[in-house]
């Protein structure tokens, strides 16, 4: 007979001094000059049977792939757990520092990370020795108003998050959330450090019911907060929180069987460039720089001058980058999965794993493990834009081929599939 399923938690606070870089914006200064709210790292863990998981939950923009390796192997060696079933996921806060140098952009300092690191081996510590079996009930809650399609109006939104409220045997409990919202009330005028409006969310639920609450950003490539500023962050958190509280009817949760898979995926690369065209753009951006007299204007051309010299040069070498590669894991408890995309997704992906009958309850979860960049379906890609045209400068060199969506998707529900049969 199995063993009951096991779960910990624990929090630790990585809010980096005064002066780390900020990062999530090019026209920003990025050096932080104050703290609005602290930054939290939060750890779950779970394991039943000699099969275990860790999730790690940290306010930050983002991490490339060598921070990702260095953090899950030093958890790895301090819990025993195998770094393929430990994520890393960061919430995407644009108030934070980041483990990704994004073009332009500054990478937090190897101090910082070398805090996080230490935070973050300490956390998942703590979460394993307090893990016990739990009871859990979950529903799902419509957070109205307070995000929007920032691509198109017509543009689809999910405004569903997806709550797991469990409870120990001596009735202490913390409320899993998944949402999907870019925590970016605080705009690139900010320069304090904040978890956005996840924070506030976490501080809510808190207040409202002395629970703890541990957050899960959805796919939300395409979704923004309606509200912009500090007290928006407020009002963003607090309204998830309220929905997240009363969410009903609360059905029970199985939590067992345990059960991981992961898999490495290329997502294909646009090929054809026109090399005129770049030429020509370049040579543009270069004699624009010499008219701009504004310091972040001056940032975002020669980001744009470093992206375009930087392709010419590769093409002209016949060194364009390979696909890149990103880790999709699904982990199952029970009647939940969490599946984890290597990608700002946009909510269309998220809504489609979602539907998938795999398991009752379908977390898709973004921003996971190396980065790679923005990711939509097919059909979002017909439609281009920033964050399927243009963003692909700041992660790299290439955007994406329309097919990558489809190759993020069918991986995913395939790893869903396999964790739920």
């Known amino acids: 007979m199995p063993e009951e399923t096991r779960i910990g938690i624990a929090r630790r606070d990585i809010t980096p001094p005064v002066g780390e870089s900020l990062s999530g914006y090019i026209h920003r200064e990025p050096p932080s000059t104050g703290i609005l709210d602290p930054l939290s790292l939060q750890a779950m863990t779970v394991e039943e049977s000699g099969t275990a998981a860790v999730v790690i939950a940290a306010d930050l923009v983002g991490s490339d792939g060598p921070a990702n390796e260095a953090l899950r192997a030093a958890v790895s060696e301090a819990t025993g757990v195998p770094a393929t079933h430990i994520v890393w996921h960061s919430v995407h806060t644009h108030a934070s520092p980041s483990f990704h140098k994004y073009c332009g952009m500054a990478r937090a300092s190897d101090a910082y990370l070398d805090q996080v690191t230490a935070a973050a081996v300490t956390a998942a510590g703590e979460a394993m020795a307090r893990a016990v079996p739990m009871e859990a009930h979950w529903a799902r809650a419509r957070v109205p108003d307070v995000s929007h399609n920032r691509r198109r109006a017509d543009g689809p939104i999910d405004d ?9 045997p001596d009735k202490h409990r913390f409320r899993l959330v998944n949402w999907q919202c870019h925590p970016v009330c605080l705009g690139s005028d900010n320069r304090s450090i904040s978890a956005d409006y996840v924070g506030a969310f976490r501080r809510a639920v808190v207040d409202r019911t002395g629970d703890g609450a541990f957050y899960l950003n959805g796919c939300c490539g395409d979704l923004n907060p309606v509200g912009r500023g500090p007290e928006a962050r407020i009002v963003t958190g607090e309204a998830l929180a309220v929905q997240a509280v009363d969410a009903h009817p609360l059905r029970p949760a199985s939590l067992s069987p345990v059960r991981v898979a992961s898999r490495e995926v ?10 005129d065209w770049l030429a020509d753009y370049a040579t543009a951006e270069r004699a624009r720089l010499d008219t701009l007299h504004d310091t972040l204007a001056r940032r ?21 980058p390979d696909d890149p590669r990103g880790e999709i894991t699904a982990i199952r408890l029970g009647d939940i999965a969490m599946v984890f995309l290597p990608c700002e997704a946009l909510c269309a992906i998220g ?26 379906t097919p059909e979002e890609f017909a439609t281009g834009g920033y964050e399927l045209d243009v963003a692909a400068r700041y992660y790299g060199l290439l955007p994406f081929e329309p097919a990558a969506g489809q190759v993020l998707q069918d991986a995913a529900l395939e790893l869903l599939t396999e964790v739920g049969g």
Request: charged share 20%.
């Open 160 to 168: 569903v998050a997806i709550v797991v409220l469990f409870e120990t």
């Open 266 to 275: 290329a997502f294909p690369l646009r090929r054809e460039i026109d090399v």
């Open 300 to 320: 975002e051309c020669g980001a744009m001058i470093e992206w375009a010299e930087a392709l010419l040069a590769a093409i002209r070498s016949g060194d364009l």
């Open 351 to 376: 809504m489609a794993l979602k539907a998938h009958k795999a398991v009752p309850i379908i977390m898709p979860v973004t921003c996971t493990g190396r980065v790679v960049g923005y990711i939509g």
